[in-house]
């Protein structure tokens, strides 16, 4: 299986600064088929269902905010929010689509 | 616009066994494979098994294998999960998601409690 692992657990970080989200997994995610990272990135609120943020590792999904953004590539990736926003205080999760089972990793909850 | 509505979460007793459904709307159901994900209280989300496009083809979590069974009718756009011999650790919110190209879009959810 391949396992997901987020650092930090737990992010505070001031209105307006940047956060960084790190990702790994324990083998590469990159499919041959078509060159591109299974890898997603979702927003999670409580009480509400996850909410895809990025797909394929970098491209973010229509009507999520700029400030938004993947990167990484093989086995280490990054979720970015640039400006924080109040409204972005929530559970961040790194998902792999490259072999089941599609693991997770554990979250990050992000703190103003 | 897609839509997933799950139900046939509830409360079922340790042994007992209970059949989630998933209707699903605004997509072509048959042609795209589908998933379920859980999450137990105040948890991460798993991965918990996925079905291709026609139903040959399945995979499961280690934790439900041999206790779950997915299954999908494509004439009446809707997706299955059987659980059988639930345990208290499987008590969550069960979520289905349509995966498209590289994307999940996932339900609303629907708790499944087991207790005694």
């Known amino acids: 299986d391949i396992v997901m692992t987020q650092s930090p657990d737990s992010l505070a970080v001031s209105l307006g600064e940047r956060a960084t989200i790190n990702c790994k997994s324990s083998?590469?995610?990159?499919?041959?088929?078509?060159?591109?990272?299974?890898l997603l990135w979702y927003q999670q609120k409580p009480g509400q269902p996850p909410r895809l943020l990025i797909y394929?590792?970098?491209t973010r999904e229509s009507g999520v905010p700029d400030r938004f953004s993947g990167s990484g590539s093989g086995t280490d990736f990054t979720l970015t929010i640039n400006s924080l926003q109040a409204e972005d205080v929530a559970v961040y999760y790194c998902?792999?689509?490259?072999?089941?089972?599609?693991?997770f990793g554990q979250g990050t909850k992000l703190e103003i | 616009e897609v839509h997933l509505v799950e139900s046939g979460g509830g409360l079922v007793q340790p042994g007992g066994s209970l059949r989630l459904s998933c209707a699903a709307s605004?997509?072509?159901?048959?042609?795209?494979?589908m998933h379920w994900v859980r999450q137990a209280p105040g948890g991460g989300l798993v991965w918990v098994s996925q079905?291709?496009?026609?139903?040959?083809?399945?995979s499961y979590a280690d934790s439900v294998r041999g206790r779950f069974t997915i299954s999908r009718d494509n004439a009446k756009n809707t997706l299955y999960l059987q659980m059988d011999s639930l345990r208290a650790d499987d008590t969550a919110v069960y979520y289905c998601?349509?995966?498209?190209?590289?994307?999940?879009?996932w339900g609303q959810g629907t708790l499944v409690i087991v207790s005694s």
């Open positions: 998601g349509r995966f498209a190209s590289g994307t999940f879009f």
């Open positions: 998902h792999q689509c490259y072999s089941p089972p599609y693991t």
């Open positions: 605004g997509f072509t159901f048959s042609s795209h494979w």
């Open positions: 394929w590792a970098s």
């Open positions: 083998q590469s995610v990159l499919n041959s088929s078509n060159n591109k990272n299974c």
């Open positions: 079905i291709e496009t026609d139903g040959t083809r399945t």
